[in-house]
């Protein structure tokens, strides 16, 4: 089986979109999902600052159980980019989250590029633009932040979950024939193809590597970026070393699942 590599991916996986036509300049989206990150969602959202005017942002607060919410709030009322903060009255997980920043996307109907950027700090934001150029270059519907492309630096998480990566970078060449460094990257860009598609269905649960497998396997432009990542400014993470197993197991079990649906199910 013939396996595209992050490098031939200069020329992706062609894509049923058709190429994006430069009419009026239309804003992007970046969206900020958070749970329980009252020590980083302040200073996340005052890095976004650097951004070039064309960016807005929106904040997802998950339900969160400590102040990260008024934090949000403070942070988005002395943006210098347009913010706001939606609050999601329990905690539905980070697939609840992030599809409800692209059903706010949809319903504005505004946005070209919805950009998924990580409340604890992690994403630097000064990848954004590349990540928005690249899908615009390469006519990609979803370009992936990947931390393992390069070795300039960064965080590149624990050995146990480059083990678990290790593994979707497998699955996803066996499925989809299409080898991607960091397919649970959280810091990506999603044209309208793909997000229009991921505000009517986004898996809840761990979402990156299934979804990501959906749109290859409806043939979406899929391509990938060198970006540098941090440790967690605060909080703790979701997926802790007694939860790997469990997570690799029903994220791969879902990717099978989705293998066997019809196409642009």
Known sequence: MAVETATTLAAPIPSRTPPRTTVAARPHLVLI???????????????????????ELVVVNDGS??????????AAAASRLPARVLHLPTNGGIGVAVQTGYRYARHTGRYEFVIQCDGDGQ??????????????????????GSRFLDRTGGDRSTRLRRMGIGMFVRLIVLLAGVRLTDPTSGF???????????AESYPEDYPEPESLHWCLRNRLAVG???????????????????RSAFYMLKVSLAILIDRLRAEGQ
């Open 33 to 55: 999902p958070a749970y329980n990150e009252e020590g980083a969602i302040a200073a996340t959202v005052a890095g976004l600052q650097s951004l070039p005017a064309g960016y």
């Open 65 to 74: 159980t400590d102040r990260t919410g008024e934090e949000a709030e403070r």
């Open 123 to 144: 994403h630097d934001p000064a990848f954004i633009p590349t990540l928005v150029e690249e899908c615009r270059r390469r006519n990609l519907d979803l370009c992936i």
């Open 188 to 198: 990506r860009c999603a044209g309208p193809a793909a997000w229009r598609r991921f």
């Open 224 to 242: 990938e970026v060198a970006v540098r990542m941090r440790s967690r400014a605060a909080g703790v993470s979701s997926i802790r070393s007694w």
